[in-house]
Every structure is written in C-alpha cells, then in structure tokens.
C-alpha cells in the first residue's frame, strides 16, 4: 500500500509589495512632473549651454515659427495676448513671464513682444531655452 | 445569568478597489507628463526703482555687436566669429556689450551670441532694438 503524501498548499502570495512599489511609482511621477500648458503648435526652444534653472510657475509665452502666440497653451492674436499680460502684470508685477520662442523664429516675432511686455512693467522676462540639441 | 454573544471578526476591506485607483492614476502621470529639460536666459531684470538691466557703460569700456540677418555676427563692419568674440570678451567681466540684432535673424544665433558671450565672463549684455519708424 503506498501512502499518498498530502500536498502542501503554497502560501498566496503577499500584494503588499506591489502597492509599495506603485505607490513609489505614483509618488515619483507626481513630483518630478510638472504641469503645464503646451502651446497648440510646435515650439523647439535655442540651445544654449549657460542657461540658468528654471523655477516653477509664471506665464508662458510662446512664440511659433511663423510668428504664432500663444498664452497659457491657449492661441490668441497679438493685441489679445498683450491685454492679457497688462492685465496680469498690473495685477502682479513680479511674476515670472517665460518667452518660449521657436529658435527658428525670426526676432522681429520675439524682441518686440519682450519690449512691450518689459515696458508693462513686469520684472521678471526669461527665455526659454534648453540645454541639449533638439 | 448574561450570556455573552460570540464577537464577529471584522470584515477586512478589499485592497483591490485600491490599487486598480492606484494603477489609473499611475498610468495617467505617465502617459501625460512630458519631460522636457528646460533652461532659462533673463531678459529683463527691474527693480523697484525702474531701472531694468546692467548699465551699458561699464569700466572695461563698450562693445557694439550687430547681428546680420544670417546670423553672422559683425564687429566694426567686420564678419567675426564666435571663437574671436569670446577671445576679446575673456578676462575683461567689465566690459559692457550692445548687440544690435537684425529683426530678420532668427533667435538660436541670438541666443548662440548670447550663450558665447556670457560663457566667456560677460558680464554687462544689452540688447538694442531700433524702434520702427
């Protein structure tokens, strides 16, 4: 007579170490990710290697090739913009103002926006640039 | 005599709502966020008092740069390169440099002028822009 040996039953194995893992995953994603708007058209900043960082908030303004703008991600023409950010430097005349220019964009498209802006009032114009080839 | 009625375990809540809510947010940041690396050039630095930017007229004395319409950066009416400007900007953080760029330039050799001077110690850059008529 041969006996049968009862089968052991494996343990379930535990999900606690999967919801640490995701909740890791979560955390990190949150934090380094920051939300913003992007513009409706393609904006591939100038290279530049003696950029400085770039801190969080403020307005962007982007700039397109053919010399498009775009506040906020929102496009609008160019008198519209500029009542948009009188309006917004009046109110706060430190905020950060980015100008987020294509780097094909002609200047003509680019300084005379920054000089309408600075002559607002607002303190704090920067361009936007990026640190590697696009 | 009180007869003492046995305690019901405590139901144990499900973890699986959580972590389904858990891998919708997870997959949302990473399918939306966009990494992109960012950097910034000030354009325009006021104070309380109104003055904006660096005083042009620095003690190493002043600088005048135009930028033709390729690009082509123009020292004394002469095509110079980069290399040669950051040559005579070295070792002298005093000396204060206008650009004059053509509005038909685009803005990476602005910006390529810009990154060149300052990398080599400028420290006083102005832009000048002509106003139209």
């Known amino acids: 007579m041969k006996l049968q040996r009862a089968q052991r039953r494996t343990p379930p194995e535990s999900i606690i ?3 640490d893992v995701v909740f890791f995953l979560l955390v990190f994603f949150m934090l380094i990710g920051r939300m913003d708007a992007t513009a409706p058209f393609d904006v591939t900043p100038a290279v530049a290697l003696t950029g400085q960082d770039m801190p969080g908030g403020g307005t962007t303004l982007a700039i397109g090739e053919a010399g498009q703008i775009a506040l906020d991600g929102t496009a609008m023409t160019r008198p519209a913009v500029l ?6 430097v009046v109110a706060n005349p430190s905020r950060l103002i980015r100008v987020n220019a294509h780097h094909a964009t002609p200047l003509a498209d680019v300084l005379p926006l920054v000089a309408a802006v600075e002559a607002m009032g607002a303190r704090d114009v920067v361009l936007v640039v990026t640190p590697d080839t696009p | 005599m009180q007869l003492a009625r046995p305690r019901t375990p405590p139901r144990l809540i499900s973890l699986v709502s959580m972590i389904d809510v858990l891998l919708i947010m997870l997959v949302f940041f ?9 950097d910034m050039i000030p354009m325009a630095k006021s ?4 003055v904006v930017g660096a005083d042009p007229q620095g003690d190493g004395g002043v600088l005048l740069i135009r930028l033709g319409a390729d690009g082509q950066p123009y020292l004394r009416g002469q095509p110079v390169s980069l290399s040669v ?32 001077l300052t990398g080599a110690g400028a420290g006083q850059l102005r832009i000048l822009q002509v106003a139209a008529p």
């Open chain 1, 17 to 19: 170490p999967l919801i």
């Open chain 2, 47 to 50: 104070t309380d008092d109104g």
């Open chain 2, 30 to 38: 990473m399918v939306t966020s966009t990494y992109l690396n960012l």
């Open chain 1, 83 to 88: 009542d948009a950010l009188r309006d917004g």
């Open chain 2, 85 to 116: 400007l950051a040559a005579r900007v070295q070792g002298n953080p005093d000396l204060g440099i206008t650009i004059l760029p053509s509005l038909r330039a685009d803005t990476q050799s602005l910006v390529s002028l810009m990154d060149t």
